[in-house]
């Protein structure tokens, strides 16, 4: 079977924010943003820890270009286009060729908590699956009382379908899950009251 070619890694552009593949010189940025993350990220995401190192930085990265070459996931770095300051991570992975689906995260730092980043670069990422990846589901996976990420899915246009029984592995056991789905016709819906399943 012929090997499919590798995807070329573009730009992602939209007002101030511009979504790029991670590089190797975002190593010490990514560390950077992590550690002073903790507190709030660390709370849903293990990754982010205060024992994160330099190497878990770059090894990342590597990740996430390898990714990129195998076509398995896609990996963008977040970006102020004004300042350059990196500001979180968002992307594609656990693609499904034979469903033409994929998984959606998105992570911002503290700092900028609170400006709508994670939504705009969410849809970014997801139009970038659909209109370049093929994909007809996109799923975004959260626990339950990770509210400020589920407003974030809803702000996508997500549909909330179901509270999945031991969806989630994280912080050494099972765990339930809201499951959102997004298929292309969602990202030009605005959050509507149905959508709304937690509260602000």
Not at 33 to 46: C, D, E, F, H, M
Not at 117 to 145: H, T, Y
Not at 149 to 170: D, M, N, P
Request: glycine share 8%; charged share 20%.
């Amino acid at each position: 079977m012929p090997t499919e070619p590798a995807l070329p890694a573009p730009e992602l552009v939209e007002e101030s924010l511009r979504l790029r593949p991670w590089q190797t010189q975002d190593a010490a940025d990514l560390f950077d943003a992590v550690r002073s993350s903790v507190v709030s990220v660390g709370r849903w995401l293990p990754w982010c820890h205060a024992d994160y190192s330099l190497d878990d930085a770059n090894a990342w990265i590597s990740h996430c270009r390898d990714g990129w070459s195998q076509g398995e996931h896609f990996a963008f770095s977040i970006v102020d286009r004004t300042t350059g300051e990196l500001l979180g991570g968002a992307g594609l992975n656990q693609r499904n060729r034979l469903h033409c689906s994929a998984n959606l995260g998105y992570w911002v730092r503290q700092s900028r908590h609170g400006e709508g980043i994670a939504a705009r670069a969410a849809a970014l990422a997801a139009r970038f699956g659909f209109e370049q990846l093929g994909l007809i589901r996109i799923e975004i996976i959260v626990l339950p009382d990770n509210h400020p990420s589920r407003r974030v899915a809803e702000k996508t246009g997500a549909q909330f379908e179901a509270i999945a029984r031991q969806r989630l592995w994280a912080n050494g056991r099972a765990n339930d899950a809201a499951v959102y789905g997004l298929i292309p016709t969602d990202l030009s819906q605005p959050a509507t009251a149905q959508n709304r399943t937690i509260s602000s």
